[in-house]
């Protein structure tokens, strides 16, 4: 034991004295970095408060964190543009938090290939445990695998919440980036456990990589399709300009729809949004609709004898690209968007002209991509991306998460859960302990299994054997998730926790040695969930755009505007169809587009209702029972809704109460605007969603409204007002169902709402059973008395 204590100290003193020795020039002096900037309270940094580099670049600002001092930023630069992103931004929403002598964490970050970066910077927010001893412990950052700085702590800054800005090479950047944290941390001088829990380091959401960039022109090429106009290294919100050469037709607006389908697909967890403009280009990437007869004042392209997709120069900013879809007519326009959204992959050169194009056939109901298919059990390794991502390292990892988006008419009611057939593999612990994995859905508990040793097993008709020769054992159970626990967007979560050991006190112990995944042939079965909703729902709309996404490509939608909608009323509609493909993953072509007064084309049809008088016209036409009807100046109002707010919970006995009358028709120049559901007035069982708004201003908002995770989560019931910042949601009106079940299970659905008219039937059945089996007891008896 004392030799070992003794070999100990030794490593440790040789460790510190090499790191003192790297520091050291060969003449004994102490290297240095650029001179050290000023920190946010005007004075210089002292010199432990420096970031240690491993070349000779620049040194890290290092100031406190404290609200009344300011950060300094990069020096812009002549045609520079700054952007800052924090890491909560980048997806560490609740942060990092390195534990262990050698904790790690990673942050991603991307630059746009139309950029070019003249000067970056990590301004890393931290804080320290103050266990920790200076001479042993440091934060070693690297950048795409080059360790760029090393942190030292000091006592006196331990518990102290910091800020550190440590510059970033700009040559050592590409489109991905990784930065990487590790904490060298030590306790004592003596034997140390390596997973003590005074070894710990926890990094702010707020930290922040700030890049100073400069536009990089691109060349006309459409094989760079989707980039510029959507760049897959830019995690933000995207915003895709819309232009045409003229007030568009609905023919027009429907190949435009179609594109905004696409760029919402390929989007993904991004939200985008589509401004029109009509005869003007942006000062952004844009994507331009001409025909031979509807060209844009300033774009000098040829007219066409055939669909035509076209990578142009912006002429008032040669570092912008446009998108030019082209035709003779609008007929032309719809086969040119069409060839970009399916055929990208055989696009090349600045043009391409569209000689024949055969649309895919109409795609059955439920099959959207970005969906977990409910015909047939699916395996885990068809949702995610990565096979890396079903695997972790470490004795407590961060969990294992899988996002399973499902549609929003699924039946949970009786149901005894979703089967899950889990097949995992982990590093076996030496002995039985503690170690576990637990399984959780929208993190909530759902079950806990024991990690057994090599050759243990409760169940006697197998026992655990090594799976491959990397030491890992693999374990299956049978797992049912409860029914009432999965909604439309779901993460399923697989938390490790491996317990170490340590043979005695002085032993080492490897932090990264246990390994864990989860089996991608592990399977999770939702096919036993019947098909059946009560509607409206516009929880359904606003967060899988259900029911027109039922079907991927909208061949059962029809979207209603304006004869000649608004420059605000077209960007409503290309948002929701963006919306639509963003949940489905994929385009959408077979939509419809028609105005108010084609009734006749609204037959078997879902409806998309958007505008502001002309929709409030057909609102009013339809009967005087709607919810609430938007005009400019006007507003109608049926019944006295109760309110019910964002958490799901009925709002107070006042706004509860029947306070309004039936019906309630008033004027007023405010803005006001509402998301209304109800079953269509020309086919039953089918849907109706109309944005309705005094102006386009507040047609707007509700798409901002739904574009908010927070607001977002306020939107249910049948009527949602959009009034500024506020969203309120009611439930007025009749409901009505959609879906395919069995009657039996249609029957005990509705009746289990009724618990009082099940047991007056239940007694009515049992007297008509008691009088049929009196009536037989009286005519046996009979009958015997006669013999």
């Known amino acids: 034991m004392q030799l070992r204590a003794s070999w100990s100290r030794y490593t440790k003193v040789t460790t510190l004295c090499l790191l003192v020795a790297a520091a050291m020039d060969p003449g004994g002096v102490m290297r240095a970095g650029a001179a050290p900037t000023a920190s946010r309270t005007g004075k210089a940094p002292a010199p432990a408060d420096t970031a240690t580099a491993p070349q000779p670049a620049s040194g890290a600002t290092v100031s406190p964190d404290t609200s009344s001092t300011t950060v300094a930023t990069l020096p812009a630069a002549p045609g520079t543009s700054q952007r800052t992103v924090t890491f909560a931004q980048l997806g560490q929403t609740d942060g990092l938090r390195l534990r262990g002598t050698e904790g790690t964490a990673d942050v991603n970050f991307g630059i746009r290939l139309d950029q070019s970066v003249a000067s970056a910077l990590l301004r890393l927010r931290y804080t320290y445990s103050p266990a920790l001893i200076p001479d042993l412990s440091q934060l070693k950052i690297y950048l795409n695998e080059e360790l760029i700085a090393t942190l030292p702590f000091n006592k006196q800054d331990g518990g102290k919440n910091l800020v550190r800005e440590i510059p970033l090479d700009p040559r050592m950047l590409s489109g991905f980036n990784r930065v990487r944290l590790v904490l060298i941390g030590h306790y004592t001088m003596e034997c140390e456990d390596p997973m003590h829990s005074s070894l710990w380091m926890d990094i702010s959401p707020l930290s922040e990589i700030v890049t100073s960039t400069q536009p990089l022109a691109l060349r006309n090429d459409l094989s760079t399709l989707p980039a510029p106009f959507f760049d ?447 079953e269509s007035p020309v086919s039953r069982s089918r849907s109706v969603v109309a944005i309705n708004a005094s102006s386009g201003d507040a047609l707007l908002s509700v798409v901002d409204a739904m574009d908010d995770n927070i607001r977002r989560a306020a939107i249910h019931g049948d009527l949602a007002v959009v009034n500024g910042e506020r969203t309120d949601s009611y439930r007025l009106g009749q409901t009505y169902f959609v879906g395919d079940v069995n009657w ?14 099940v047991g007056l039937v239940a007694l009515l059945a049992a007297f008509a059973i008691a009088l049929k089996c009196f009536g037989w007891l009286q005519r046996r008896a009979t009958r015997r008395l006669q013999k």
């Open 232 to 678: 897959r290294h830019d995690n933000r919100d995207q915003t895709i300009p819309f232009v045409f050469g003229a007030q568009p037709s609905l023919d027009v607006v429907h190949a435009a729809g179609v594109v905004a389908t696409w760029a919402g697909a390929i989007g993904d967890y991004r939200r985008t949004r589509f401004p029109v403009s009509v005869n003007t280009l942006p000062s952004k990437h844009a994507i331009v609709f001409v025909t031979n007869d509807t060209m844009v004042p300033g774009l000098d392209v040829p007219k066409v004898e055939a669909p035509t997709l076209r990578m142009v120069s912006n002429p008032n900013d040669p570092s912008l690209k446009l998108l030019v879809v082209q035709g003779r007519d609008a007929k032309d326009l719809e086969t040119a968007a069409l060839a970009l959204v399916s055929g990208r992959a055989a696009l090349s050169g600045d043009a391409t002209r569209i000689e024949a194009l055969a649309p895919l056939p109409p795609r059955p109901a439920y099959d959207a991509p970005r969906w977990v298919r409910t015909d047939r059990p699916v395996k885990l390794g068809e949702l995610i991306d990565n096979p890396s991502d079903l695997q972790a390292n470490g004795y407590m990892p961060w969990p294992i998460r899988i996002q399973l988006n499902l549609p929003a008419d699924l039946l949970t009611w009786e149901n005894t859960g979703v089967p899950m057939d889990l097949r995992y593999r982990y590093t076996p612990p030496v002995k039985p302990d503690d170690s576990s994995m637990s399984v959780a859905i929208n993190d909530q508990f759902v079950r806990a299994y024991r990690l057994r040793p090599a050759g243990a097993s409760t169940d006697k008709s197998h026992m655990l054997v090594e799976l491959l020769s990397d030491g890992t054992m693999a374990d299956r159970k049978e797992v049912r998730i409860p029914a009432f626990q999965v909604a439309a967007r779901n993460s399923l979560s697989f938390q490790f926790a491996m317990e170490p050991h340590k043979e005695g006190l002085c032993s080492q112990t490897i932090t990264n040695a246990a390994r864990s995944a989860i089996d991608a042939d592990s399977t999770i079965d939702f096919s036993g969930l019947p098909h059946y909703a009560e509607m409206p729902n516009l929880s359904f709309f606003v967060g899988s755009g259900f029911p027109f996404t039922k079907y991927a490509d909208l061949s059962q939608t029809t979207v209603v505007v304006s004869k000649s909608p608004d420059k605000a009323e077209l960007e409503t509609v290309f948002s929701a169809l963006g919306q639509f493909g963003r949940s489905t993953g994929v385009y959408a072509d077979r939509f419809e587009v028609v105005d108010t007064t084609q009734t006749d084309r609204f037959k078997d049809r879902d409806l998309l209702v958007v505008g502001t008088n002309e929709a409030a016209g057909l609102l009013t036409r339809w009967g005087k029972n709607l919810p609430l009807v938007i005009d400019q100046t006007r507003r109608v109002m049926t019944s006295a809704p109760q309110a019910y707010r964002g958490d799901g919970v009925m709002g107070s006995a006042l706004a509860a109460s029947n306070i309004g009358p039936a019906r309630m028709d008033a004027q007023s120049s405010g803005t006001l605007a509402a998301l209304v559901g109800f």
């Open 744 to 757: 039996w299970t249609r029957i005990r659905y509705h009746l289990s709402s009724h618990p009082i008219l």
